[in-house]
């Protein structure tokens, strides 16, 4: 090897590298307010919500992750809810009640407790710090919880630039 050889340190070093965003499920996200099923946005009449409810095309939400809410100022009974879902529970991959980041916060903790984590054992991680996905804060909360016990030292950012978090 040369003296002009460029060497890569990072490379070199052992350090894992690990993008959260890369466990975050792929698909469209569909949110569905109930206020669209409500007679004149207000009252919920259970002969009109469940044609509704019958008349929506299940194909419609084919492999989405569907969020329900209720953007108006109404008491919605629970009852509605498992209808709308038992509708479109065979098509769509996942549905939740609540907004978007609800949705999200609970597809990235399925996500991070059911990856396997073990090759990371006894290794320098890395958390990469910036990425093109939104990623719930909660999940890089539940990632240090699986990876203190297994690596031997977890880093937050840039190989260039880390915070060190901890050292076994």
């Not at 991959?93 to 399925?110: A, C, P, S, T």
Request: net charge negative; hydrophobic share 45%; charged share 25%.
């Amino acid at each position: 090897m040369s003296d002009l050889d460029i060497k890569n340190k990072v490379a070199e070093s052992g350090l894992v590298n690990f993008d959260l965003s890369q466990l975050l499920p792929k698909g469209k996200r569909v949110g569905i307010d109930l206020k669209d099923f409500l007679f004149e946005g207000l009252i919920l009449k259970e002969k009109d919500f469940r044609e509704k409810v019958a008349a929506l095309n299940a194909a419609d939400y084919a492999d989405a992750y569907l969020y329900i809410y209720n953007s108006a100022d109404a008491i919605v009974p629970l009852w509605a809810y498992f209808l709308l879902t038992a509708k479109l529970t065979e098509t769509a991959k996942k549905i939740v009640y609540g907004n978007r980041e609800d949705l999200e916060v609970l597809l990235m903790h399925n996500a991070v407790q059911t990856y396997d984590f073990t090759a990371m054992t006894g290794k320098r991680v890395l958390v990469k710090g910036c990425s093109d996905e939104s990623i719930p804060e909660n999940a890089y909360i539940e990632l240090v919880e699986h990876l203190k016990p297994l690596v031997k030292s977890l880093m937050f950012g840039e190989a260039c630039s880390n915070v060190p978090i901890f050292k076994n």
